[in-house]
Nanobody
């Protein structure tokens, strides 16, 4: 299992940027998949971006070109750089990790984009 702690959410104007961080309680080299999902009010949780097993990056189509996932293995941290934000990006952003088939989620961080 792994514990995940997100940070970096907040209120930003449309067109602005934010960087989210997710710190894992174990080496990210021991984590099979790790990344970001989001859930807007009244909607299902959806993929934003993640590192899959094999360390490939996977993005939701609507995030490609605006969002970038990255990681720092020394800090056991995965980041999500979000640019050109718009009000439709308003959601709670969750970090997710999979270790040996077991899924763990962070507590979430709120991102609010004002028009």
């Amino acid at each position: 299992q792994v514990q995940l702690v997100e940070s970096g959410g907040g209120l930003v104007q449309a067109g602005g940027s934010l960087r989210l961080s997710c710190v894992a309680s174990r080496s990210i080299f021991t984590i099979n998949a790790m990344g970001w999902y989001r859930q807007a009010p009244g909607k299902q949780r959806e993929l934003v971006a993640e590192f899959t097993s094999g360390s490939r990056e996977r993005y939701a189509d609507s995030m490609k070109g605006r969002f970038t996932i990255s990681r720092d293995s020394f800090k056991n941290t995965v980041y999500l750089q979000m640019n050109s934000l718009n009000p439709e990006d308003t959601a709670v952003y969750y970090c997710r990790a999979v270790v040996n088939g077991y899924e763990s989620w962070g507590q979430g961080t709120q991102v609010t984009v004002s028009s």
